[in-house]
């Protein structure tokens, strides 16, 4: 089993950043990717950003591109969502979640594990 941990969510002003940190535990040597979704209130959870374990590789969704980067930091076991120039649009539940699958994930069901979530608040 692994176990995640996100933090750094909070309120924001529109323009402000935050960062949003994933820190895994257990069998952390078990996946290969660590994503991130959110959750607007009334909406479908969405995939945000992913990366891989191993080689670092990232993928946006695409109304993140240019203002979040996610990272990893492998001896800490966490993953990062720096999130910049956040817009009222941008306020979920943001979850991040493991995938046992060899690259790149987008989509839920290719993640095996998931973080209790974290509110991210952008006020305009």
């Known amino acids: 089993q692994v176990q995640l941990v996100e933090s750094g969510g909070g309120l924001v002003r529109a323009g402000g950043s935050l960062r949003l940190s994933c820190a895994a535990s257990g069998r952390t040597f078990s996946y290969y990717a660590i994503g991130w979704f959110r959750q607007a209130p009334g909406k479908e959870r969405e995939f945000v950003a992913a990366?891989?374990?191993?080689?670092?590789?990232?993928h946006y969704e695409d109304s993140v591109k240019c203002r979040f980067t996610i990272s990893r930091d492998k001896a800490k076991n966490t993953v990062y969502l720096q999130m910049n120039s956040l817009k009222p649009e941008d306020t979920a539940v943001y979850y991040c979640a493991a995938s046992r699958r060899v690259g790149v994930r987008t989509t839920q069901r290719e993640y095996d594990y998931w973080g209790q979530g974290t509110q991210v608040t952008v006020s305009s």
């Open positions: 990366i891989t374990w191993s080689a670092g590789s990232t």
